[in-house]
Every structure is written in C-alpha cells, then in structure tokens.
C-alpha cells in the first residue's frame, strides 16, 4: 500500500465534503460579497498600474486567484509569496523559478517580519521606478492592487507596508488600517493606503475572491489545511490534524525540532525563553512577534519530534501509520493543555471511512 494512503484519503474525503457544502450553500463559499467584490475589482483591474496576487507560500498553485485568468493581457504582475517562514525553503526557489517563466514577477514575503516587508517595499518601489523610465509614465501617483483568496495576507501585508512605507517617507498623519481577521470574508470594501511618495505609490487592498466553482477535491483540502480561506465548520478539526499529521511524518521537517525535545536541557530551555522574552519586549511596541517565539509552539514541536522520532514502525504501512497518529493524539492534547474528558481522539474510523 502507498505510504502516502492515509493523507490521500483523508485530503479527498475533506475535499469532497468541502465540495458538496460549497454546492449546497453557497453562502458558506462563494457569498454576495465576494460576488459584489468581484464586479469592482473587475472594473479597476485595468486602471491600475501594478497588480500584486499574493499567494500562501506553501500551496503557491492552490492558491492561485483565478479572477486574473479573465485578463491574459495584464502586465506587470508580481507574484508575492506570503508565509515564506512556513514553507520549505528548497521548495520555494523552485517555484521563484517556475513564476519567472510564467512571465511573472516574483517575490517571498513574511509578513510578520519587518525587515521582510521592508525588503518586499523596496521591491516594489524598484518595480515602479522601472514602470515609471521604460513607459514614461507622466503621471505623479502609481497605484498596485492587491489580489488574493481569502486569508492569505493581503490586509496585514498592506497594513505593514503602509506603517513602513510612510516613516521612511516622514509623512505624518494618521495611519489607516485595513481590516485584518482569521475568518474570511472581513474585508468587503476596497481600501486605499498608502506606501510611498515621489512619485505616490497608493496600494488597494481588496477582499479575498474565491472561484464561483471549484472542481478539484485536493485543491479545496489544501486550502483547508492551510487554514483561513475556508470557513470554520465546514470540515472536522480531527480530520485536518489526521491529514496534516500523515504528510508531517513522512518527511524530515521534525528532524528541525530537536531543540524543542522534552530531552533537551532545563537549562538550555530555560535561556531560550529568557531571549524569546526579551524578543517579545522588544518587538511588541513595534511589530507582531513571530509566531515561532510562542511557547505553545514550541511544545507542540516538541511533542511532534519526541513520538515521530521514538516510533520504531514502518511509516509505509496504512496501520503503523496510523498507530503513530493516535500517539500524536494523545501527545498534542497535552502539549495543547486539553482536558482529557473533552474530545475524541483519533481512531482508525475516523482515518479511514472515504
């Protein structure tokens, strides 16, 4: 049997079960705003200078906008991959090389990291010199549109370049905020911030669009692992952490976590979250602390690292496989500090009814 049995069946029963709620209600998937956001940004498309799809970085061509397939013609489009600090980083050269030859423009971002933004704004405004020398473009404001499925950054992104962009211009003033939610569909409006000055560099943030339709069951069970596009209540919370598990355990991600090991010393343990500490102090008046500094995250790393790298079974078997899981189960609630008397944990049904 494959060794990638269980994930499989467990992204197509998500994906289905995504596919017929979409179907059956299509407020759940493809709302009256989305449909209202997609006349407006149909009619500004063409009146914009720049186009900026901001895609998740883990799942760069299930995350596509499919909106921009109705405009062929459109130039000048950067692709900005978000969440770079998720994906694995071999993996994300290869997909700056496979934009290049799609004739795009890209670019990986971590929202959540200053110098990552700053890095992604000088970008842009390069991209908008060159726009302004190679076209003469006589005009003294440049506006890029920000595109994207639900979720996937855009708000915080334009956030962040905004707050960025106008102290190192000096402007002062108040600052705008795009709405920025873990739900989808909170942005409804099209906003304006801006990013830049000589020339003025505008970005119109818009709400996250989905496809009226989707056809492909894996595409929709990547969107729902990754989390945000979808919303919450459609699909089982256990069969998301059964699917992430059995593709987690098959490669060597873990392996990365060593540090996060109940073996590690208290010593050791203890000096990381006095830096973590100090980190979070520094960057809290400033910036959104990285994710990863999160003690929580550290121990459900470490739970994850101490049952994958203790299990002594062949992985390649459906049945190993998932005796490993219901170990993880068990080892994630505590790391997650859940009552035992409160859930279920993962049983072979649950892994294997399709």
Known sequence: ?????????????????????????????YDPHMAAATSAIVQR??????VAEIRDARIPLSSEYELLRNFPSLSR???????????????????????????????GVNSHNKDSVKGLLNFVQ??????????????ETITIMLVGIPNVGKSALANSLHQIG???????????????????GETKD???LKIGSHPNIYLLDTPGILPRIVHDAELCSKLALTGGAIRDGLIEQKELAVYFLAILNLCDQYKKWAKFSTNQSRLDRKEEA????????RQKKQYPMDHTQDPIVHDVRGAIFNTISSFDGNLELEEDMIKLIKAQSVALRAAFHVPEDVGENVDNKSVLSC
Not at 5 to 29: D, E, L
Not at 88 to 95: A, E, F, N, S, V
Not at 274 to 281: A, D, H, P, R, V
Request: net charge positive; aromatic share 6%.
């Open 126 to 139: 390069a991209q908008v010199r060159g726009l302004c020398k190679g076209n003469h473009h006589s005009s």
């Open 45 to 50: 498309l063409p009146l914009v200078d720049l």
């Open 166 to 184: 106008r102290i190192s211009a000096g402007e002062k003033g108040k600052l705008k905020h795009a709405t920025v939610s873990p739900q989808p």
């Open 1 to 29: 049997m494959a060794a990638n049995s269980v994930a499989s069946k467990t992204a197509r029963k998500i994906g289905i079960a995504v596919q017929k709620a979409a179907s059956r209600n299509k407020v759940w998937w």
């Open 77 to 107: 489009r950067i692709v900005v991959m978000n969440k770079i600090d998720l994906a694995d980083p071999t993996q994300l050269k290869g997909w700056m090389r496979y934009f290049e030859q799609q004739d795009c423009i890209p670019y």
């Open 190 to 192: 099209i906003s304006s």
């Open 274 to 281: 006095s830096i973590s500490s100090k980190l979070e102090m």
